[in-house]
């Protein structure tokens, strides 16, 4: 807030641009989502105002974190969706990566699996492409966990709560397919984390 105040009597709009972003910030890690936006939107215009489209495409990435954690979910694409183009244009890799990954997580929170699978799987490519183990390791996880959603969710809708005591009466092999690819999945990533020694995320996968 102070360095706000003496920003605005120099008419600073660097300074200004990072301080409502960083203020954004602290609300965001408080929870209190709506006065994160609010500030990030001011942090935005600010570098709009500086023709600096870049760094308000990464304000749009916040500003969408925030809407998902307030579930809304249609903003919270919209703001995704206005950052895109934007990482795309400047090469910013890990923007995309953080995009894809964000609309995955929506997706999958709608239970819309194929979006969440189509998302997951670009931002997988990406991550592979820079390098990113870690990431990689995370977005397998997430995938096998698709897999075994798209499964249990389809099995309880056919029979249930209790739909593994009925599972076999299903005719068809289809739903043990999705668990299988599940499986693939968690094995991949279980690999790479055991080579980073990710003990957090091992015990995640396993």
Known sequence: DETLEVARKTDD????AGAYGNIGLVYYAQGDFNEA???YEESKKLRI?????LMAA??????????????????????????????????EKQGVAAVYNGMAVIYFTQKFFDKALENHLKKLAISREIGDQREVGNTLNNIGTVYSDIATDSLMNLFGDAFQDS??????????????????????????REQLNDQSGLAKTL
Do not use: W
Request: charged fraction near 25%; hydrophobic fraction near 40%.
């Open 13 to 16: 709009l660097n300074t200004m």
């Open 37 to 39: 936006i609010k500030n």
């Open 49 to 53: 105002e500086q023709g600096n489209k």
């Open 58 to 91: 990464r304000i749009d990435s916040r500003i969408a974190n925030a809407y998902y954690n307030l579930a809304k979910y249609d903003l919270a694409i919209e703001c995704y969706q206005k950052a895109l183009p934007v990482f795309e244009q400047y090469n």
């Open 167 to 192: 599972v076999l009466k299903e005719k068809y092999d289809k739903y043990f397919l999705m668990f299988a690819h599940a499986l693939d999945y968690y094995n991949q990533s279980l690999a790479i």
